[in-house]
């Protein structure tokens, strides 16, 4: 994956985002969070990346959205195209990882799931204020109840999953933002379709997630 493709995805996002922002028709949480990541990202340095973060990964859950491909072709939302067209071509040569400890109760998930950091503390553009990643859930899929210090929002590029937090439970179809504050339980879980869904991580992006229920 070459830096210009890295800094077009990201712009991607940010652009959706920014249209978001303009469009006001966000609820006050969800306006506030991006216009905090807008202007971390704003600070971001994209004149340089680091070569070492941008070598993929080749991790098994890019077989896993052979899907998403496919109904990208078939006419995806257009406020969402965008950002498809921008990460579909690099799926495959993205720095895919998955960083929790294994689970005897759940030995595969490490293989069908994962996410790819383009700005962050080991992502290609470096940033110790925000990330701004993919997230990919195979199908069929529990995401376990997790917290994280970090103030998160995810924005639904292509699958409807369930999205816990806090003990209650919505469907979010593609086009769809939310925001978890600090530190509050959360979880997702795939049915027929994977997940495929931007993130974006302010605070403290340092500290990792973790299991609650583990």
């Given at each position: 994956m070459t830096p210009a493709a890295a800094k077009a995805a990201v712009d991607a996002v940010r652009a959706?985002?920014?249209?978001?922002?303009?469009?006001?028709?966000?609820?006050?949480?969800?306006?506030?969070?991006l216009a905090r990541v807008l202007r971390l990202l704003d600070e971001v340095d994209f004149s340089?990346?680091?070569?070492?973060?941008?070598?993929?990964?080749?991790?098994?859950?890019?077989t896993q959205?052979?899907?998403?491909?496919?109904?990208?072709?078939?006419?995806?939302?257009?406020?969402?195209?965008?950002i498809l067209a921008a990460f579909l071509p690099i799926l495959d040569a993205l720095p895919w990882r998955f960083s929790y400890a294994p689970r005897p109760d759940m030995p595969d998930i490490g293989e069908r799931m994962a996410w790819a950091e383009l700005v962050g503390p080991i992502a290609p553009f470096h940033s110790r204020?925000?990330?701004?990643?993919?997230?990919?859930?195979?199908?069929?899929?529990?995401?376990?109840?997790?917290?994280?210090?970090?103030?998160?929002?995810?924005?639904?590029v292509s699958g409807t999953a369930a999205w816990t937090a806090a003990?209650?439970?919505?469907?979010?179809?593609?086009?769809?933002?939310?925001?978890?504050?600090?530190?509050?339980?959360?979880?997702?879980?795939?049915?027929?379709?994977?997940l495929l869904a931007a993130y974006a991580w302010t605070g403290d992006v340092e500290t990792l997630s973790e299991y609650v229920d583990a």
């Open positions: 959706h985002f920014a249209a978001r922002m303009r469009a006001g028709r966000e609820a006050p949480a969800i306006a506030e969070e340089r990346a680091d070569e070492k973060h941008l070598r993929p990964s080749g991790h098994p859950v890019v959205l052979g899907q998403v491909m496919r109904a990208a072709e078939s006419g995806p939302d257009d406020a969402l195209s965008p204020k925000v990330c701004l990643g993919l997230t990919a859930i195979g199908p069929h899929l529990l995401y376990p109840a997790h917290r994280h210090p970090a103030v998160e929002t995810y924005l639904v003990g209650v439970t919505t469907r979010r179809p593609p086009g769809d933002i939310l925001v978890h504050p600090s530190n509050v339980v959360h979880a997702m879980e795939t049915g027929d379709a994977p």
